[in-house]
C-alpha cells in the first residue's frame, strides 16, 4: 500500500536527507533566537521565539524524539508563545521601543559579558570532553505507548505532581492578574 | 556528526537566552530569555538520549516532558505578574519597578 | 490494473510507479514522484471541494433566507468560483503605509501552511492514510497551533486598531476552545489506545447486533465529547456563531481588514480548508472514519464514505451559521471555561468508567449518570445566570 511504499523509502529520513536534517533546523534556530535577543521591537522579538521554538521542535523530531517535538510545538508555539504576545499587547503597545537594549549602559554590557563567558566556559567544557566526540549509534525512536507506559509506571508521581503545580499556576494566574474589585 | 556538535548548539542558545534574561531592561524579555535557556536545556536532555547506549531507556525524553509542563507554568505566572506589575506602576522595565529599594 | 473500486486510487498510483520504474528510474525519484502525486491529489482535491463549498455556502445561506444566491455564473452559479478567483487575482493588493509589511506579507503564508500541513495525518479510505505517525493527533493539534500566530501577525502587522481588537479576540477564543477540544479528542485515543488516527478508525469498525455501527459518537462519552469537539471546531475554525473575531457588525472584518486581492483569498482559502481538516478529523474521530454506516453498504469505496461524512458535516456547519446569531465575547469565554471545559473532564471520566465497567449495559448506565448529572447541573447553572427577559413588541402587531 502507499504508506508501505513510503515507509521503505522514507523510513529512516536520517538516511535521506542525512544531517541536515538536523543542522537546518539548528541553524535556524541559533539565527532566530539571536535575533529575537537582540531586536528592539517586542513584538518582532515575540515572533522571532516563535519560529526558534518551532525550530528546536523540528529539531527533536529529526533527532527521533517525536513526541517531544509535537508537545514542543503544541506547548511553546501554542500556548507559551501566544501568552507572551498577548502580555505585550496588554502593556501598552505604544512603549514598545522604550526599552533599554543590549549593550547600553554598564549593567547590560556586564550582562553579555557573564553571558559570553558562561559560553566560553560550556564549549571549553564541551570540546575537551571524552564523552562528546561518540560518534552517532544507529537511529533511535521513542515509541508512543512506551512513553505513556512509563508516564503512567516509573513515573506517575512526578506526572502527578506536575499535574497538581500546572492546576496551581493556572489558578495563581488568574488570581494574580485579577482586576482588584473597587 | 557527533554529540559536540548537539551540545555546542544549546550553549549558544542558553548564552542567548542568559544574555538576554541578565541585560534586557524589559520584563517581558527577561521571560523571553528564560524561555530560551529552558529549550537549551531540554535541547541538552534530547541530545544526551539520542547518543545513549540504550535508547530504550525513555528517562532524557520524560524529563523534557516535564521541563516542558514545568516551562508553561513558569510562563505563566510571569506574564500575569508582568501584568499586574504593569497595572501597578504602568510600565514594565524591571528598573522601574523599585519600590522596596532602600 | 484495478482489482476494485475500494482500492482504485492506489492501483493507479502503483501502476503508474511500476511504468516509471519499467523505464528504469532509480527508487528513490520514485518516492519523491510518489509523494509529489500524493500530496498533489490531496490539495487538488480539497481546493476543489473549496471552490465547491465557497459556492454552495452562499447557495445554502440563500435557501434559508428564501432567496436565491449566486445564479448568473454559469449554470445554477457553479462558475462563481470562477469568477471569484479572477476578482480576487486582479484586484489591486493594498499594504497600509504604517504597516509592518514583513509581518504583514508572512501572515497569510504562515496561515496557509499549517491548513495543508494537518491534511497529512487524516485517514482518507481504507489504508489510505498519507503520513502514518504514531503520534497523529498530537501532529494534527500542534500543527494547527501555527493558525493563532498566522491570525496574531495579521492583526498586529496591519497596524489598524480593529485589526488588532480582532486577532486579539481570536486568539483569546482559539486558546480557550482550544483546551476542550483537546481534551474531548484524547477521550477517544484513551479509549482505543492510540493517538494514530488509523488505529482510532478500525477501534470504531464492526456492528453491535449486526447492524449499529460502533462508531463512539453512538456511546454517552463519545456523544458528549463529539458534540464538545463539535463546537470547539466551529470556534477554532471562526465560524459563526463563534465569528466575532471578524465580526462585521463590530470590527469590521478583524483582522483581515487590511488585506485586499490575494493575500485575502489566501486567507480565505486557508480557512475554508482548516474547516475540511477539522471536520475530517470529527469525522475520524468520531463517526468512524471510512467506515460504512451499515454492513451490507460496504460495497460503496471507503473513500467515498469517508468524503460524504465531511461534506455532511460541512454543510451541518453552513446551517449552523445560517441558524445561528453571533455570542458576545465575554459569554463566548464563559461557555468555554465554565461549560464545555467540565463537560470534557465529565466525558473523559465517564469514558474511563465504560472502559472499566466492561462495556455492557453497566457501562450505559454509568457513563450516562456520568456525563448526565454535570450537564444537567451545569446547564441549570447557566440558564439562570443568562437568563432571557421575554421581549415586548409593542409596535409591531
Known amino acids: 500500500m502507499v504508506t508501505d511504499f513510503l515507509k521503505t523509502c522514507c523510513a529512516d529520513p536520517m538516511k535521506l536527507i542525512g544531517e541536515w536534517f538536523v543542522i537546518l533546523p539548528a541553524l535556524v534556530l541559533l539565527l532566530a533566537a539571536a535575533a529575537a535577543v537582540v531586536m528592539r521591537n517586542l513584538i518582532h522579538a515575540a515572533l522571532l521565539l516563535t519560529l526558534s521554538f518551532i525550530a528546536l521542535g523540528i529539531v527533536f523530531i529529526a533527532l527521533g524524539a517525536e513526541f517531544v517535538g509535537f508537545v514542543q510545538l503544541l506547548v511553546y508555539v501554542g500556548a507559551v508563545a501566544m501568552v507572551i504576545v498577548f502580555s505585550i499587547l496588554l502593556t501598552k503597545p505604544d512603549q514598545l521601543t522604550k526599552s533599554r537594549n543590549l549593550l547600553s549602559g554598564f549593567a547590560p554590557a556586564a550582562g553579555v559579558a557573564v553571558a559570553f563567558t558562561a559560553l566560553a566556559a560550556l564549549l571549553g567544557f564541551i570540546f575537551s570532553s571524552p564523552l562528546a566526540k561518540k560518534p552517532m549509534p544507529a537511529p533511535a525512536s521513542a515509541p508512543v505507548a512506551a512513553i505513556g507506559e512509563a508516564l503512567m509506571g516509573d513515573y506517575v508521581i512526578a506526572l502527578i505532581v506536575l499535574g497538581i503545580l500546572l492546576t496551581a499556576a493556572l489558578v495563581g494566574a488568574a488570581v494574580i492578574a485579577m482586576e482588584d474589585k473597587p | 556528526m557527533t554529540l559536540q556538535i548537539l551540545l555546542a548548539i544549546s550553549a549558544i542558545l542558553f548564552a542567548f537566552g542568559l544574555a538576554a534574561a541578565l541585560s534586557r531592561s524589559n520584563a517581558i524579555m527577561i521571560v523571553i530569555g528564560i524561555e530560551l535557556m529552558l529549550g537549551a536545556a531540554n535541547l541538552n536532555f534530547i541530545a544526551f538520549w539520542r547518543f545513549s547506549e540504550n535508547p530504550s531507556d525513555l528517562a532524557g525524553i520524560l524529563f523534557v516532558i516535564f521541563s516542558i509542563g514545568v516551562a508553561a507554568a513558569e510562563a505563566a505566572v510571569g506574564l500575569a505578574i508582568i501584568i499586574l506589575v504593569h497595572r501597578r506602576i504602568r510600565s514594565v522595565e524591571v528598573d522601574d519597578a523599585s519600590n522596596l529599594k532602600g | ?397
Not at chain 3, 493558525?147 to 480593529?162: D, H, I, L, P
Open chain 3, 1 to 397: 490494473m484495478i482489482s476494485s473500486l475500494e482500492s482504485a486510487p492506489i492501483d493507479v498510483l502503483h501502476w503508474f510507479l511500476g511504468l516509471l520504474g519499467s523505464f528504469g528510474v532509480p527508487a528513490w525519484i520514485l518516492a519523491i514522484i510518489s509523494a509529489l502525486i500524493i500530496i498533489g491529489t490531496i490539495i487538488g482535491v480539497f481546493l476543489s471541494l473549496f471552490a465547491l463549498t465557497s459556492v454552495m455556502e452562499r447557495k445554502i445561506l440563500a435557501r434559508v433566507q428564501n432567496r436565491y444566491g449566486p445564479n448568473r455564473a454559469g449554470p445554477f452559479g457553479l462558475f462563481q468560483p470562477i469568477a471569484d478567483g479572477i476578482k480576487m487575482i486582479t484586484k489591486e493588493d493594498l499594504v497600509p503605509r504604517t504597516a509592518d509589511w514583513i509581518v504583514h506579507f508572512l501572515a497569510p503564508v504562515v496561515m496557509m501552511v499549517p491548513a495543508l500541513l494537518v491534511l497529512a495525518i487524516i485517514p482518507y479510505g481504507r489504508d489510505m492514510v498519507p503520513a502514518e505517525l504514531d503520534a497523529g493527533i498530537l501532529y494534527f493539534f500542534a500543527v494547527g497551533a501555527g493558525t493563532e500566530v498566522a491570525v496574531f501577525m495579521a492583526g498586529w502587522g496591519s497596524n489598524n486598531k480593529y485589526s488588532v481588537l480582532g486577532a486579539m479576540r481570536a486568539i483569546a477564543q482559539m486558546i480557550s476552545y482550544e483546551l476542550p477540544l483537546v481534551i474531548s479528542a484524547i477521550v477517544t485515543a484513551m479509549i482505543s489506545g492510540s493517538l494514530s488516527p488509523s488505529a482510532i478508525v478500525s477501534a470504531q469498525g464492526g456492528f453491535a447486533f449486526g447492524f449499529v455501527p460502533q462508531w463512539f459518537a453512538l456511546t454517552p462519552w463519545g456523544f458528549t465529547a463529539g458534540l464538545i469537539f463539535y463546537i470547539c471546531a466551529l470556534a477554532e475554525s471562526n465560524r459563526s456563531p463563534f465569528d466575532l473575531p471578524e465580526g462585521e457588525s463590530e470590527l469590521v472584518a478583524g483582522h483581515l481588514t487590511e488585506y485586499s486581492g490575494f493575500k485575502y483569498a489566501t486567507f480565505f482559502m486557508a480557512e475554508y480548508v482548516g474547516m475540511f481538516a477539522i471536520c475530517g478529523m470529527f469525522v475520524t474521530l468520531f463517526l468512524g472514519g471510512w467506515q460504512a454506516p451499515l454492513p451490507f453498504l460496504d460495497i460503496i469505496p471507503s473513500w467515498c464514505w469517508f468524503l460524504g461524512k465531511v461534506c455532511f458535516v460541512a454543510f451541518t456547519m453552513i446551517w449552523v451559521r445560517a441558524t445561528l446569531p453571533r455570542l458576545r465575547i465575554d459569554h463566548l469565554l464563559a461557555f468555554a471555561w465554565k461549560f464545555l471545559l467540565p463537560m470534557s473532564f465529565a466525558a473523559f471520566l465517564s469514558a474511563a468508567c465504560w472502559h472499566y465497567a466492561g462495556r455492557g449495559p453497566l457501562a450505559w448506565i454509568l457513563s450516562l449518570a456520568i456525563v448526565g448529572i454535570p450537564y444537567l447541573l451545569l446547564g441549570n447553572a447557566f440558564t439562570n445566570r443568562f437568563s432571557v427577559s421575554r421581549r415586548t413588541y409593542l409596535f409591531s402587531e
